[in-house]
């Protein structure tokens, strides 16, 4: 499904953010990335969607060059990648429901509004989060939990193919964070959708990813089943003075 290779990035031509990183994923893979804050996971997950742009490498998206789609391609590349942030990328002011609908804009034309088969998919993702009963609160008013959830419900409403999720639960406390992959398993469990999630928990990445992609100063360090890593690649990882804070 993804083929990225030899995938380069640096903002200020000096230090290099990303250094010739490859990785493939298949349909239906729940892909963990773990590594310090700065070792370079949200610059891969933005390079995947061209969020932006790297510098050298290749991305290939189900049979497309990302790197030298066209406006059209990339729309359509975005349009089965879905998102999700640390800190949501929500508009606080507008309702849950908006939100969620939000996430079919790729489907429509400027300023064409939502049908009723939208609205019910937008309750329907909702349900699936459980917050059906919250469509019509202003987002502001909601937990942090509660929000990214709101943000799985706009990601699901791509229809996408895989989802990209960029440390959803690193603003959220122990039991929240664990709910919300709880989502993102049954998502990718349920309906095949891959899923690369950046995380810092390794016990969540026991638990969901079949797959760890381990990065430190922009090279990856570690590629295998997150049941690997043991202690000694936990600190090669991390280094020598980390330790392992367990999600249960």
């Known amino acids: 499904m993804l083929s990225v290779k030899d995938l380069s990035k640096s903002y200020d031509k000096r230090i290099w953010a990303l250094s010739k990183v490859s990785l493939e994923v298949n349909s239906g893979d729940f892909v963990i990335l773990l590594g310090l804050s700065g070792s370079g996971k949200s610059t891969l997950l933005r390079c995947i969607n061209r969020l932006i742009e790297p510098c050298a490498g290749s991305i290939d998206f189900m049979g497309t060059d990302v790197v030298n789609a066209s406006s059209s391609e990339l729309k359509q590349v975005r349009r089965n990648i879905g998102m999700i942030f640390q800190q949501f990328n929500l508009v606080k002011n507008l309702s849950v429901l908006t939100n969620v609908l939000c996430g079919r804009l790729g489907y429509h034309s400027f300023l064409s509004p939502f049908s009723k088969a939208d609205i ?9 989060v459980g917050l059906q009963d919250y469509s019509t609160r202003m987002v502001k008013q909601l937990s942090g939990g509660q929000q990214q959830r709101v943000a799985i419900a706009r990601a699901l409403m791509q229809a996408p193919k895989m989802i990209l999720a960029d440390e959803p639960v690193a603003s959220l406390d122990p039991a929240t964070a664990d709910s919300v992959m709880s ?6 469990q349920r309906d095949g959708i891959s899923i690369i999630c950046s995380l810092h928990f390794l016990s969540l990445a026991r638990k969901y990813g079949n797959r760890v992609y381990a990065l430190k100063d922009g090279k990856c360090v570690f ?3 997150p049941l690997m890593i043991d202690e000694d690649r936990f600190k090669a990882i991390y280094g020598q003075d980390a330790k392992e804070v367990e999600i249960r």
């Open 120 to 128: 019910e998919l937008a309750m329907h993702n909702l349900h699936r």
């Open 183 to 188: 989502y993102l398993g049954e998502i990718n």
């Open 223 to 225: 590629e295998g089943s």
